[in-house]
């Protein structure tokens, strides 16, 4: 699986749109982005993924550039709730002979503050 | 739908014990896949059942094995615990139906070693 690139933390006040990149420049042809997130103590929650073009779900929106090489999840009006480390993974999205792994980074804290 | 459910949710073990974890996959979902999450190390793939078949294996030593039955319910087992075993030990599962493979994840068994 290609890796990924995220900022350790941002900070969004409640209300606004959270904006958090994802960098992935070697990944496949392909390989699907996806993005979970983590509230504290709990397991990691599926919020969306995408190939090529954008994606838009009841939980946020996926930008990946044209070139693949990037990707930006939104969270059009992020909640206190929100406050979660979010994890951007590259992946193929059938399993192969390889299996079902998933391959979690450091992903971003985001913090979302009144 | 009832999610994936994992027992116990907490757990406190000496060194050189040994622990066994179960998981029951939300119905329908033939791959469990398991994962540690420490402080140090973050969320680490320990193996992936599917069939009752091992398919992945991540890179932990041999004192962690696992099993999965016929109902797809898995189990993991930690033996001669150690002090850096404690974590929180996170199942998830899925469908594998080769169109779409989000993981569900469980709320974790956090184990401590004393």
């Known amino acids: 699986d290609a890796k990924t690139t995220q900022p350790p933390s941002m900070d969004c006040a409640e209300g606004r749109a959270a904006n958090l990149p994802c960098n992935h420049s070697?990944?496949?042809?392909?390989?699907?982005v996806y993005w979970y997130r983590q509230i504290h103590s709990q397991g990691p929650q599926y919020i969306i993924h995408?190939?090529?073009n954008n994606e838009t779900n009841e939980m946020a929106s996926l930008i990946i550039t044209e070139d693949r090489k990037s990707s930006t999840l939104i969270l059009p009006h992020a909640t206190l709730r929100d406050t979660a480390v979010y994890y951007c993974i590259v992946r193929l999205k059938i399993p192969n002979n390889a299996g079902n792994m998933l391959t979690f980074g450091g992903g971003t804290r985001l913090m979302v503050k009144p | 739908k009832a999610g994936v459910t994992q027992t116990p949710r907490y757990l406190i073990k000496t060194r050189g014990q040994q622990v066994t974890l179960s998981c029951s996959p939300i119905s329908g979902h033939r791959s469990v896949s398991w994962y540690q999450q420490t402080p140090g190390q973050g969320l680490q793939f320990l193996f992936e059942?599917?069939?009752?078949?091992?398919?992945n294996k991540g890179n932990f030593p041999g004192r962690f094995s696992g099993r999965q039955f016929s109902n797809s319910r898995s189990e993991m087992n930690v033996s001669t615990l150690e002090l850096g075993d404690s974590a929180l030990y996170l199942c998830?599962?899925?469908?594998?139906?080769?169109?779409?493979?989000?993981?569900?994840f469980g709320p974790g068994t956090r184990l401590t070693v004393l």
């Open positions: 070697t990944i496949s042809g392909n390989e699907y």
């Open positions: 995408g190939l090529k």
């Open positions: 998830a599962s899925s469908l594998v139906d080769g169109a779409y493979n989000e993981q569900f």
């Open positions: 059942y599917f069939s009752e078949t091992q398919r």
